[in-house]
């Protein structure tokens, strides 16, 4: 298992390595994403969109407010401020469109996003030893897995 999470890792890392010019990101961005403890709102929407390919945002401010106004991000979510996973969930669903079963249709909120991210084995839980919950933090090291996992389903899909 830690095989596959050092795997995911290094990809995600690698990914954002070459995309570096693209999205004006360095290693020691990367670097600092993964030694965060917790992850901000502004940190998730910037990683994600350029994870995601969309027009690189001026920087994590502006890819916050991007996302904020598309609907990706609640408005109780504040750029500074630890994102939860459910929220993370939410924003990867829709950079990545992932479309997620009928209830995360029906409602597209945090709780379904969450629960589709689990069941399509992006965030691991019971499996890995881990319990994860919905309000849970995000460390660095956790969103770049998640995000590994995301880029390496789309990677087999294409």
């Known amino acids: 298992m830690m095989k596959t999470n050092k795997k995911s890792v290094i990809c995600v890392i690698c990914g954002l390595l070459l995309a570096a010019p693209a999205y004006s990101q360095s290693a020691a961005e990367i670097e600092a994403l993964l030694n965060e403890r917790a992850i901000t709102g502004a ?3 910037y990683f994600t969109l350029a994870a995601a390919m969309y027009p690189p945002p001026s ?3 502006a890819a916050f407010a991007l ?3 598309r609907g990706w991000l609640a408005a109780e979510v504040n750029s500074g401020d630890a994102i939860a996973l ?5 924003l990867m669903m829709h950079a990545f469109d992932l479309p997620g079963g009928m209830m995360y249709r029906l409602t597209g909120s945090p709780r379904y996003a969450f629960r589709e991210m ?3 084995g992006f965030i691991e839980g019971a499996a890995s030893g881990q319990r994860v919950y ?4 995000v460390s660095g090291e956790q969103f770049l897995h998640i995000l590994g996992n995301i880029l390496d389903q789309q990677e087999g899909a294409w």
């Not at 919905?134 to 933090?137: S, V």
Request: glycine share 4%; aromatic share 0%; charged share 20%.
């Open 118 to 120: 689990r069941a399509l």
């Open 67 to 69: 996302a904020r106004d």
């Open 86 to 90: 459910n929220r993370l969930s939410l």
């Open 59 to 61: 920087g994590s401010q």
């Open 43 to 45: 940190q998730a929407a």
């Open 134 to 137: 919905p309000n849970q933090t």
